[in-house]
């Protein structure tokens, strides 16, 4: 199949702003598209080669890519340079160099039709596959003359696709779930099929595979998988409340508490072949890398030969045991002087659930199951303990073991069904876990996590800086950003140095097509940045999108006086902010407790 379909595709995605019309515009590609390609073209339509957890990474340095496209379109370097100084886009730059060289060719024509045959999806994933695994010595030549290879053979508008899914700008935007969506109509006719499809993803994390077993072998193969080690599973989540009671009402009467450490979460695999234990981060990237003593630790003891468990990576106090604060322990999450941070800020790990042990999957088992196959297989020891834990059925004694918690360093506690049903639900934010934390108990000292959406230039002493950012929360009903706030304080002088660099890869050329906004920033961000962000209130708002019509019609909510906090979350995907429905249900709170 020809690269020029996807990048048909590709344009049409570029070209609106409705869901629908993407997932119907993936439906008839995905239609046409070979089994045995469709997982390479999910990929590509990620702007990726690999699953998310894979540690190959495509991203070329912009130098190289100019380099590339000064070699293909014969330019000269600086000509290339000047022209993405006014382009600001190196896709851009190549389609630009690319046609003109084109038109002037006088084999145009001959050379065109020789190319574009050869420009098969097939061809350019090879490319940019041995693109992304040359490594070591040498890697930058290869690395060069394969991609100025590929530019010679595409066609201007497949170069502009290239040279972003290369640089990693790819920006379609294309949300997981749309792919999921799209799935389930090309392949089974109906969304009826969607809930497996979604498992399946849930418990591989690689929606190519996915794909590709689909179409290959039909939804039911897929419905025979079960997690594996190496593959990480995408991580349940808790929903949230404020009061005890609600907790125990919610839960039947009876749950397990525990405390909610506030660290890194890590869930950890070892398998067959494996020398040593995996970390994946709560976005399912491998943070091997920045933890080797955890890998250590959790190596010396757990006992199992094939596991996946989960637990909280936190940085302790070496001479008192006791845990520090979540800023301590981003000091290891470095590329380098890792050894040197690990001995600086030890780490110690706090287990809460087991998915997989001895090669059998856990994931149906209630949870008093999996945690006492948990308890099991691993020797406690200062550096690695179990979550701490009550089973609770009153008020006070949840009460008391939330006061514990916080006074031994931790964020609240998080509340765990006990019953049968009380399965591990991969990817679902759901109400067999309930946190608690100590900020929900004044108005709006909670934090937030927001989406950033957009970015406004400042004023005096702030101009030509950006200053200000707009703010959104996650809708996951209609999986929309909806604004809440612009926030422009707590940005040091350093974070508004850094603004625009840090942005521009996300700048788009209009308002996203998953973002709902009445108001225009001086430049659109694809919704990607998560910040932590503090308010002092909830209030109606008539120019905020979160929340419209659910407290009063016509009227969003917005948060009044929003303060970055310094914590930028660079651990959490933009799906994963705070969402719509946690806004209203503050708002409500917050309510409740000014009137008592
Ligand atoms: P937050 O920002 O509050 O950590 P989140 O969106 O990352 O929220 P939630 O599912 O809402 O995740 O809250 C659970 C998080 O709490 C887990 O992701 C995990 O990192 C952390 N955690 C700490 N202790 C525990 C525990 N005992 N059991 C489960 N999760 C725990």
């Not at 590329?335 to 780490?347: G, Q, R, S």
């Not at 108990?441 to 909670?446: G, L, N, T």
């Amino acid at each position: 199949m020809l690269y020029s379909e996807l990048v048909e595709v590709y344009d049409k995605i570029g070209a609106t702003t409705k869901r629908l019309e993407i997932t119907d515009i993936l439906v008839s590609f995905f239609k046409r598209c070979p089994p045995d390609l469709i997982g390479r073209a999910v990929y590509l339509t990620q702007g990726r080669l690999y699953p998310e957890f894979e540690p190959l990474e495509l991203g070329v340095a912009g130098r190289l890519i100019m380099k590339c496209i000064s070699q293909a379109t014969a330019t000269p370097e600086s000509e290339v340079d000047r022209l993405y100084k006014t382009l600001g886009d190196l896709g851009d730059v190549a389609e630009a160099l690319l046609s003109k060289g084109k038109r002037q060719s006088t084999l145009d024509s001959f050379a065109s039709s020789a190319a574009s045959s050869k420009m098969t999806i097939e061809f350019v994933y090879s490319s940019l596959d041995a693109v992304a695994r040359s490594q070591g010595e040498g890697s930058q030549e290869k690395k060069l003359r394969l991609l100025a290879d590929l530019l010679r053979d595409s066609s201007p508008r497949e170069a502009l696709y290239v040279v972003r899914t290369v640089s990693g700008a790819l920006r379609l935007g294309v949300a997981d779930m749309t792919i999921l969506d799209a799935l389930a109509v090309a392949c089974c006719g109906s969304k009826s099929a969607r809930e497996a499809i979604e498992r399946a993803y849930n418990v591989t994390s690689d929606l190519g595979s996915v794909a590709t077993m689909l179409t290959t072998e039909g939804v039911d193969a897929l419905k025979r998988l079960h997690p594996t080690p190496g593959r990480p599973i995408r991580p349940m989540l808790a929903e949230r409340l404020s009061t005890a009671d609600e907790i125990l009402e919610k839960m039947g009467g009876r749950c397990a508490i525990e405390y909610k450490y506030d660290g890194e979460r890590a869930q950890i695999h070892f398998g067959a072949g494996d020398a040593f234990p995996h970390l994946f981060s709560r976005r399912l990237e491998n943070i091997d890398h920045h933890y080797p003593d955890v890998s250590d630790i959790v190596n010396a003891a757990v006992n199992s030969k094939s596991y996946i468990i989960e637990g909280e990576i936190v940085a302790i106090d070496p001479s008192t045991s006791e845990l520090l604060p979540f800023q301590e322990l981003m000091h290891r999450r470095r590329k380098y002087d890792v050894e040197k941070m690990a001995l600086a800020y030890p780490a110690s790990v706090r287990l809460f659930d087991a998915l997989v042990m001895d090669g059998e999957d856990l994931t149906s088992m209630p949870y008093s199951e999996r945690r006492s196959r948990l308890a099991k297989a691993v020797t406690e020891g200062p550096q690695l303990r179990l979550a701490e834990q009550s089973i609770v059925s009153d008020a006070p004694s949840l009460e008391r073991f939330f006061e514990d918690a916080i006074s031994n360093g931790c964020e609240g506690i998080i509340a765990k069904s006990l019953g049968p049903e009380s399965t591990y639900n991969a990817g679902a934010r759901g109400w067999l876990w309930i946190k608690y934390k100590r900020d929900y108990k004044s108005e709006m000292h909670d934090t937030v996590d927001l989406v950033v959406v957009g970015a406004l230039m400042g004023t005096g002493k702030r101009a030509g800086y950006l200053s200000s950012l707009l703010l959104a929360a996650y809708c996951e009903p209609e999986d929309a950003f909806k604004t809440v706030c612009k926030c422009s304080t707590g940005f040091t002088d350093e974070d508004l140095k850094s603004m625009k660099a840090r942005f521009e890869k996300y700048v788009i050329p209009h308002r996203h097509a998953r973002v709902d906004s009445k108001l225009v920033p001086d430049v659109w961000l694809l919704p990607s940045q998560v910040i932590e962000v503090l308010g002092a209130e909830i209030t109606l708002s008539p120019i905020h999108t979160c929340g419209t019509d659910a407290i009063r019609k016509g009227s969003g909510l917005a948060i009044r006086f929003p303060r970055f906090t310094g914590n930028w979350r660079n651990d959490k995907g933009a799906e994963d902010a705070t969402t719509e429905a946690e806004i209203v249900e503050m708002y409500k709170k917050q309510l409740k407790k000014i009137s008592d």
